[in-house]
């Protein structure tokens, strides 16, 4: 979607930036590795495809996305596109309830620290939290949504340790759904985990 484009967001270890043409190809080198694609549940994708893709999550309102920078590595580097680690996104839907009859607006999360040497210091953790801060501040969404293979610890412990519940389990696909609720509670525990700043990206 267009709300990010022209903004960044700086937490304490990353920096969120918009998703621009100009990080595809490192984003794509990072997509052919065939772990990255089975625990992301991504296909690999040509670079022509790639482009695409990015030009879709800028311009569709139901997409948002960002790019995790490192910012350790930025200060040594100056270097936005070298300092890249990751991704984070949204996919937004709406769900109908048929028991209330009421709409339900969902944002389906994802998360990746592609670069296994920046994984475990709490830059997952962080560029979530920031990403679902900044969506519950501007965007309206009435829960929060992850699909996550059952062998994949690391993220059911992340988002559950950000108070995601199971919800719905397939042995088919062998996956599981968490979900959160966002919830009175819920956002004062977020803020109590992450505080936004949102700069101007050019
Ligand atoms: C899952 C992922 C995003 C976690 O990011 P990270 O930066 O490595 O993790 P963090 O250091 O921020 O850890 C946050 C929490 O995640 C969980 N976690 C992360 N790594 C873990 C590990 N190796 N073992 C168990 N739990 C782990 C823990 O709950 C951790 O909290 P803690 O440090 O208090 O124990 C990262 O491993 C990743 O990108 N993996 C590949 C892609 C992927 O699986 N994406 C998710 C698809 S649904």
Redesign the pocket.
Known sequence: MKLNENIKIIGSNVILVPYEAKHVEKYNKWMQDPK?QE???SEPLSIEEEYRMQTSWRNDDDKLTFLVVSRQLFSETKDEIESLV?DTNLFLRIDEDEENNTKVRVAEA?????EPS???????????LLLLKYAQKNLPIDKFE????FE????I??F??MKFIETYRTEVFKEVTLERKVTNDWISWLDEQVQLTVEQYQ
């Open positions: 990255l625990l992301t549940a990751g994802e998360i990746m620290i592609a920046f994984r475990r210091q709490g830059l997952g953790w962080e560029a979530m992850v699909k996550i293979g994949n610890v690391k993220s412990n992340m559950e340790k």
